[in-house]
């Protein structure tokens, strides 16, 4: 399934508590994604990577922050910022970051805020 | 700012008959058409795609065809089988950022045995 994997597949977080979901490729791809999908919408893009230690903000940033330390991780921290959490958070990949080629995605992580 | 929009929302079909679902993106220098199929719970897995030097592509039962000047494009699938239900997404690039993708709000297909 194209060697994007993300942990953990559920994850409840409390209210005000900071949370971290994992994203790993074995693809070497040199671009990354994070996208939030909410029942019965598309998805939206939170932030993107196309190398590492650089990102930039998607559409809907306020509340979450990213690394790109290495190649193969971009991991997401959902902060107490972030007023409504609950969603399905998928990753993807890309070769390159030029907008012209497939991104792969992760099984997702399906986040709950209790 | 950079939209896309998707028709219909949902689509029933018998099986056999085609679908046809239509998207139309607002930034002209667009030049990738990705469309993605996700199952309940699953990842989004890519179906078909259009670079915007082609008009058309078609990969057996499926096939995408793009109007530039229109600024629209569809997914036909035809000949429709019980697993082709899901929910299917459009997408646009948006140029000059980083191979960032603005999705469609999707369409949920059913086809009735």
């Known amino acids: 399934d194209g060697g994007i994997t993300q942990s953990p597949k559920y994850l409840f977080r409390k209210e005000g508590q900071n949370v971290t979901l994992s994203c790993e490729q074995n693809l070497n791809h040199d671009a990354m994604y994070w996208y939030r999908q909410d029942p019965g919408q598309g998805l939206r893009l939170i932030y993107y990577s196309q190398i590492v230690n650089d990102f930039q903000k998607g559409d809907i940033a306020e509340g979450y922050s990213v690394s790109r330390e290495k190649k193969e991780s971009f991991p997401l921290t959902v902060t107490s910022a972030q007023k409504n959490p609950t969603a399905f958070y998928l990753c993807?990949?890309?070769?390159?970051?030029?907008?012209?080629?497939?991104?792969?995605f992760g099984p997702g992580t399906r986040l709950t805020v209790l | 700012g950079e939209n896309v929009e998707q028709h219909p929302s949902t689509l029933s079909v018998q099986e056999g008959d085609s679908a046809v679902i239509k998207c139309t993106y607002s930034?002209?220098?667009?030049?990738?058409f990705p469309w993605y199929k996700q199952e309940l719970g699953k990842r989004p897995q890519l179906i078909i795609d259009i670079r915007s030097n082609v008009g058309e592509k078609k990969d057996q039962r499926i096939a995408v065809t793009l109007n530039k000047t229109a600024k629209h494009f569809s997914l036909h699938i035809t000949e429709t089988q019980p697993e082709d239900s899901a929910v299917y997404f459009c997408a646009a690039t948006v140029y000059n950022q980083g191979g960032k993708l603005i999705f469609g709000q999707g369409t949920e297909l059913s086809v009735k045995p």
């Open positions: 993807a990949s890309s070769t390159r970051g030029s907008g012209d080629n497939e991104q792969f």
């Open positions: 930034d002209s220098a667009s030049n990738y």
